[in-house]
């Protein structure tokens, strides 16, 4: 079965830069998340779109930004990075018209490194 | 103190042992349930969502008692494959259906 797809999968970047990493949920899920783990860390919650709006928002940094397109896949967005921002950074996906509305899918994750 | 708490272990276990997990989560408006299993540097993966009258699939059994907020994992005839972290997640759908992740519970299973 189709999967949630991240790209890219390792980014190496360096402090002040900006990156943007990319989301493909699973085929006919309508909702994404965001989350970023760090070193050691459980996965925190950084902002959901559902429809394209914005569902949600967690702690996410005023430097990061994020959308939903029309073909549902996401973009994060990146900037003024910081050494802290080394991390990965998950996406997930659901539907809302599915038996299991609740259950997330994670992709494989993006590795950010910042230098 | 954190929202999801979990015994961070290390369990470790001869293959073929029974082994139980326990998380505990603080917030009463938490509605959905969920046990992922994660392996070093990889994504999480969903094991099985976490009902009230308690849920089986194969080995795996997940106990839910929402008095007292406690939450259980029961892995039987453990396996080398079952080396992971396992993670207690709760989600409250008023908040857009955000995760909320425990620390994890790391187990090896050993020959």
């Known amino acids: 079965a189709a999967g949630v797809i991240q790209s890219p999968r390792h980014l190496i970047k360096e402090k002040r830069e900006t990156a943007t990493l990319k989301c493909y949920p699973i085929?006919?899920?309508?909702?994404v998340y965001w989350y970023q783990q760090g070193p050691g860390q459980d996965p925190q919650f950084l902002i959901s779109?559902?429809?394209?709006?914005?569902?949600d928002k967690g702690s996410i940094p005023d430097r990061f930004s994020a959308q939903q397109f029309s073909d549902y896949h996401s973009e994060l967005n990146m900037s003024s990075l910081e050494l802290g921002d080394s991390a990965l950074y998950f996406c997930?996906?659901?539907?809302?018209?599915?038996?299991?509305?609740?259950?997330?899918?994670f992709g494989p994750g993006t590795r950010l490194t910042v230098t | 103190r954190k929202e999801v708490e979990q015994d961070p272990g290390p369990f470790n276990v001869p293959e073929g042992a029974t082994v139980a997990f326990n998380c505990t989560y603080s917030?009463?408006?938490?509605?959905?349930f969920f046990w992922y299993r994660q392996d070093c540097r990889k994504e999480p993966k969903l094991l099985m969502s976490?009902?009230?009258s308690g849920n089986e699939d194969g080995r795996f059994t997940a106990q839910l008692n929402r008095a007292s907020q406690y939450i259980s994992l029961l892995i039987r005839d453990s396996k080398l494959s079952d080396s992971a972290t396992y993670l207690c997640?709760?989600?409250?759908?008023?908040?857009?259906?955000?995760?909320?992740f425990g620390t994890g519970t790391q187990l090896k299973v050993e020959l």
């Open positions: 997640v709760v989600n409250h759908r008023g908040g857009g259906n955000k995760l909320t």
């Open positions: 917030n009463s408006a938490s509605q959905s």
């Open positions: 997930a996906s659901s539907s809302r018209t599915s038996g299991s509305a609740y259950e997330q899918y």
């Open positions: 085929p006919r899920h309508d909702t």
């Open positions: 976490v009902y009230s």
């Open positions: 779109f559902y429809e394209k709006m914005q569902s």
